[in-house]
């Protein structure tokens, strides 16, 4: 193909994009809608709910026309909407349920092996790190609450703040954590500490539930004079 021809594809699908996002091509606008609905309200039922029909309309007609998507998968089509979105609620609670029911598909489709935990007999210790799915996130409200729409106003209580991650079995957990929770795993955020048995508490607990991942000492070792 021409540069020439290439040019006047190019010019064609921009004039049939903007034609889809003012409304028109046909059915094309209409069904472009439709399949934004249908993707929004598999991705994030309750964020759909707490909108209201018409609201959530009004999202997908702005979010068509202003911004529209570039990247076509799933999981970045949600990205785009929930970045969009993001400015547009503030700091509305709606905007709290969009972004953790987004943590909820990210931490799904993370690529990292979250490995299963167990002690190994006359083991010295090992290197422990966090979960590499592990997301935080801080919220006014009660997030494992899903049987009620939740009032849409800011709330100036202390936030609730939650672990979401994926398991060694493959389940997306939302975990939430005390202050005792957040201050031990803060040592991690730097990256991993080597530790020396026997575990305390704590640390056997978060390792059970998977919120830290456990590597061998003399593979800990191995990677330190590496």
Not at 11 to 38: D, H, K, N, S, V
Not at 73 to 93: A, C, D, S, V, Y
């Amino acid at each position: 193909m021409t540069t020439g021809g290439f040019d006047e594809l190019y010019a064609a699908a921009e004039r049939r994009c903007l034609a889809i996002r003012q409304g028109g091509f046909g059915p094309y606008g209409a069904l472009i809608r439709a399949t934004m609905r249908e993707m929004l309200t598999s991705m994030f039922p309750r964020f759909v709910a707490q909108r209201g029909a018409d609201e959530l309309d009004a999202d997908i007609e702005a979010f068509c026309i202003i911004h529209g998507a570039s990247r076509a998968p799933f999981i970045q089509r949600g990205t785009e909407f929930l970045e969009f979105m993001q400015g547009k609620l503030g700091n509305r609670i709606d905007r709290i349920v969009l972004e953790y029911e987004w943590l909820l598909f990210d931490v799904e489709v993370h690529p990292a092996v979250v490995p299963m935990w167990s002690i190994v007999d006359e083991q010295e210790g090992g290197r422990l790190e966090l979960n590499p799915t592990l997301r935080w996130i801080a919220s006014p409200i009660d997030l494992l609450r899903a049987d009620a729409l939740i009032d849409a106003s800011p709330k100036n209580e202390a936030p609730l703040v939650y672990a979401v991650y994926r398991r060694a079995d493959h389940h997306v957990v939302t975990q939430p954590l005390s202050a005792v929770d957040i201050a031990r795993l803060q040592r991690f955020e730097a990256g991993p500490v080597v530790t020396t048995f026997p575990f305390d508490s704590w640390l056997s607990e978060a390792l059970r539930e998977n919120l830290l991942s456990f590597s061998p000492i003399f593979e800990a070792l191995h990677d330190q004079s590496a």
